[in-house]
């Protein structure tokens, strides 16, 4: 394995214009959970596309995309970030001297690549800066898929956070309660975040994601989300973990949605 470059070496973070979350959907999982996330955040759908169909985006109400699904031909459900940027080849070259794995370059449009702990992300080139707002429920409360926790096994923790703090410029934070996260937090215009969860010293599997969502009232969107299918698998102090119908984990926290 090569030794990543100096970040100094590489010239200066370009601040990411927008990030996207997928949703990456085995076939057989795929009708259900799209059906899932386009009911629990109450988007609507965008027309498929891709070769096969495979794309979509959740269109809210207001504002730009940020939630979209990917129907995979192979593999298990898992959730990748797109990185919105000026140029896609030149931070992927940037991310490959930070530690990255190149798989794929598609033109100019966009270029897929491994995070230095196995986490897959693209750099694409399309524009969005529209943030959507908090969605409001009936009772009142709020919801909104609010950031990417990208979950780290504890020997690559150190090294991961780096990466991510370089690839998007965020000056990393660390959480006032809970010594395990790390919040890269973006500007006001940005519709996720990411927190970077140093996971148990058992954990030896690759890095991954999940979705985060902030809500005003989590008994009320715990209530919300079950009676749409998902399950609760875990209740903390400031987060419930939920597995949605076909398996995937993700959690409401009682972060503030906007």
């Known amino acids: 394995m090569s030794t990543p470059a100096d970040p100094a070496d590489l010239g200066t973070p370009v601040n990411p214009l927008w990030l996207t979350a997928f949703l990456d959907n085995s076939a057989a999982h795929h009708d259900a959970s799209v059906e899932f996330w386009r009911q629990a955040t109450g988007y609507g759908l965008s027309l498929p596309r891709g070769d096969d169909g495979e ?25 990748h970030i797109d990185v919105h940027v ?14 990255a794995t190149e798989l794929t370059f598609v033109g100019v449009g966009y270029v897929v690549l491994t995070s230095p702990g196995g986490l897959r992300f693209c750099f694409v080139s399309h524009p969005a800066e529209r943030k959507p707002g908090a969605t409001k429920h009936p009772g009142g409360h709020e919801s909104r898929v609010h950031q990417v926790a990208v979950d780290t096994p504890s020997a690559e923790f150190e090294r991961e956070l780096g990466f991510w703090q370089q690839v998007t410029g965020w000056t990393p934070r660390p959480s006032s309660e809970f010594e395990e996260f790390m919040l890269l937090g ?35 969107e715990t209530a919300r989300h079950t009676a749409l299918g998902a399950t609760v698998a875990e209740v903390h102090r400031r987060w419930t973990v939920m597995r949605e119908p076909t398996g995937r984990s993700y959690c409401l926290t009682d972060s503030d949605p906007a």
């Open 86 to 99: 000026p140029d896609p080849r030149a931070a992927a070259d940037r991310a490959v001297g930070l530690g």
């Open 55 to 79: 794309f979509a985006s959740l269109v809210p109400a207001a504002g730009d995309a940020y939630l979209k699904t990917q129907r995979l031909s192979a593999g298990a459900d898992g959730v």
């Open 186 to 220: 973006p500007g006001g215009g940005q519709p996720l975040g990411l927190l970077v969860q140093r996971l148990g010293e058992d954990d030896r599997g690759p890095v991954r994601a999940h979705l985060d969502w902030g809500t005003t009232n989590r008994v009320a």
